[in-house]
């Protein structure tokens, strides 16, 4: 399932095994999630799932579940 595999990418990245994700969740609430752990997410999210996202992509997510539609659609 794409939200079990999104929140073990997440948890591995800012190294925290409580954090817990829904579609609201945003960079405001992961502690540590600034632009350059952004940058360290979205990398280890295109290698979890195979995917690439586009820039445009990347700077339109404004939460978790925009995400999700986005590795959705590309698998």
């Given at each position: 399932?794409?939200?079990?595999?999104?929140?073990?990418?997440?948890?591995?990245?800012?190294?925290?095994?409580?954090?817990?994700?829904?579609?609201?969740?945003?960079?405001?609430?992961i502690e540590g999630w600034d632009s350059m752990s952004h940058?360290?997410?979205?990398?280890?999210?295109?290698?979890?799932?195979?995917?690439?996202?586009?820039?445009?992509?990347?700077?339109?997510?404004?939460?978790?579940?925009?995400?999700?539609?986005?590795?959705?659609?590309?698998?």
């Amino acid at each position: 399932m794409i939200s079990e595999q999104l929140t073990n990418v997440f948890r591995e990245v800012f190294d925290d095994n409580t954090i817990t994700l829904n579609n609201q969740t945003t960079a405001d609430q992961i502690e540590g999630w600034d632009s350059m752990s952004h940058i360290n997410l979205i990398i280890a999210i295109e290698i979890a799932f195979g995917i690439e996202f586009t820039n445009e992509e990347i700077r339109s997510f404004n939460n978790v579940g925009e995400m999700q539609q986005c590795i959705n659609k590309k698998l």
